[in-house]
């Protein structure tokens, strides 16, 4: 198809939990639409979607994927996106950019914590959706029961399309209450069949369900049908497509996409219920800011409005270049053209412009208002940025993604590599905004931080594959803190003489501690002369050299009060270097008399579990140290504790949560503050701090 207008397209996002089925569903919808001559497999590794080597032998989606087909003379864009808690993330951008959503509940497990989550995201962004119960013919399949679960958990009317005709094993075919038909297998294909006599009360229990929840939403369709007339095909699927669009309710599809059944009624039911474009742009128009004027300003998805692309994804590599995804949203992309980045204020060069069929790439002069579309070689173009016109610049809002939970030092494996690594991470960096890597100046690591151990162990297979460079990863040193508990006073001095000139410095100081989280204060109380003005800064330079080690366990002191208050100095001997020593001596000396205790950072954490394993989780917190500080209920009998968790104690927690809820419950956490590490911890920590240090000067 060519010279598609925004009213042509559909931008869909599939979505789900992992496992439920999206990359088997898109291969599905591909091969009915005659975009692939086969069906492949996730088990095969050679579907059009899970196209990377890491999505290959994992057997999960990690990135979002795009892949086109035409249908009906409509343009399908369909995301496959990544359902494994430590990916969704990257639904969430992808999400940004759709019109309309397919989602995914087995017809097994049902609705599950990432189903919930990007649910969430799905709301967000105002996107109106589709629900597809797949995997109906696997063992203790059961429709019903994921519709109610779906109505349940998201607070939303469910309304069956279709159903099953069978479940599990029995599982042949399903029935369209609208055209009131079946579909149905026979040798391998799906074909269509008249409603099965077993099955007629059903269909007409649920098509009856169907049509009074069109009636309702029209007083003239209602009087209609208290009439006893029946509605009309068109009457019943206008009235599906409008409460679709206003999300008044959620249209059901369901069927099994490894057997290919429901894949078609599927894009016939996309083509209904989702909007385009042009539709959303009267639901929610396209609006951003003048990044000149800060003025809002609004565009219509039709070429003759200025160009407006938003990069939603880029993809690193170290042989074509960076390779930037957009959005149109207004006028038209050209090839061999040149673009204003909006957010950076730089002009960026558009070579090649094509669409994508998962990794294969196929070139178009043109993208228009709704097109999905990519380039290469962008220089100063990221993951959120705004392409235009430069004489009519605009801003798009840009998704905000969440914190990283995870953090890991890593070094590589070969002596030297070190620049090759943070080379190789940065480009990968620019294709995941939610991996964040830095050099902790404290210990002189490198930190790779992420939304679980998963990602980071993808991220450095791709660090691998792509730029030859390998890493091992550890666990991060703890920023723990030193500090002190009472009021002390003392006195440094250093005095050298060894013929010619000498050292002489002299100091008295008085420490007291801060309320915690009050960092350091100096205060210079010296009356007179007894320490010339010049030789104070001196003093408080050699103290703050010495709080960066600390005494306990060379950890950095916090949350102190230094008072210098006396000393004396020699009019010949005495010297800057002599008095920065003589305020180290002082510090150290005066801390061992103000009882020093080590601190530890806590964190302030979210937990979301399942009613079934909130007590384990609760207990597992209690055995990390975690103080509980309430628990809340959430939508879909689900519950969301909060309390407050050493860092220590979280940093393999990510893992221990999947296998306490069977990979349904979810956490974040921040920073909160530090306390007073136990006494018999210290010990370990000392313990452990001078075992390093012994190893260092081996």
Known sequence: MSGLNAGQIRNVAIIAHSG????????????????????GSVEGGNTTTDCEPEEISRKISVVSAVAYCDWKNTRFNLIDTPGFINFIEDTRGSLRVSDGAVVIVSAISGVKAETEKIWKYACEFEVPRV????????????????????????ESEAVPLYIPIGEGEGFTGIIDLVAMKAYVVKDGKTVESDVPSSMQDKAAEYRKKLVEKIAES???????????????????????????????????????????????????SALLCLPSPEDMSRISPVRGKNPKDGKEIERKPVETDPLTA?????????YSGKMSIFRV????????????????????RIGQVFYLQGKKHVPTQTAGPGEIAAVVKLKDTNVGDTLCEEHHPIVLQRVKFAEPLISY????????????????????????????????????????????????????????????????????????????????????RYKKQSGGRGQYGDCWIEMEPLPRGGGYEFTDRIVGGVIPHQYRPAVEKGIVEAMHEGVIAGYQMVDVKVTLYDGTYHSVDSSEMAFKIAGSMAFKKVVQDARPVLLE????????????????????????????????????????INALVPMAEMLTYANQLQSITSGRGLYSMESSHYEEVPSHITQKIIAERQKIKAEEHQ
């Open 409 to 492: 030092a890593i070094a590589p494996k070969t002596k030297g590599d070190e620049e090759k690594v943070s080379v190789g991470l940065h480009r990968i960096l620019e294709e995941d905004p939610t991996l964040h890597f830095t050099r902790d100046e404290e210990s002189k690591e490198m930190i790779l931080s992420g939304m679980g151990q998963v990602h980071l162990e993808v991220s450095l297979e791709k660090l691998k594959r792509k730029f030859g460079v390998e890493v091992a990863m550890k666990t991060p040193k703890i920023p723990y803190r030193e500090t002190i508990r009472v009021f002390a006073k003392g006195q440094g």
């Open 20 to 39: 439920a089925g999206k990359t088997s569903l898109t291969e599905a919808m591909l091969f009915n639409a005659g975009v692939i001559d086969r069906v």
């Open 218 to 268: 029209d007083d003239s369709l209602l009087e209609k049908y208290l009439e006893g007339t029946e509605l009309s095909k068109e009457e019943i699927m206008k009235g599906v497509r409008e409460a679709s669009l206003t999300r008044r309710f959620i249209p059901v599809i369901c069927g099994s996409a490894t057997l290919n059944v429901g894949a078609s009624q599927l894009l016939d």
């Open 310 to 318: 938003y990069v939603f994804k880029t993809v690193a590599d170290p």
């Open 131 to 154: 629900v597809f119960v797949n995997k109906l013919d696997k063992e203790a399949a059961n429709f019903y029961m994921a519709v109610g679960e779906l109505e349940k958990s998201f």
């Open 601 to 640: 950072p806590i964190m302030k954490v979210e937990v979301t579990t399942p009613e079934d394993t909130l007590g384990s989780v609760i207990g597992d917190l209690n055995t990390r140290r975690g103080k509980v500080q309430g628990v809340e209920p959430q939508a879909g009998g689900n519950q969301k």
């Open 329 to 348: 949203y207004s006028g038209i992309l050209k090839a061999d053209s040149t673009v204003l980045n909006s957010e950076t204020g730089s002009k960026e």
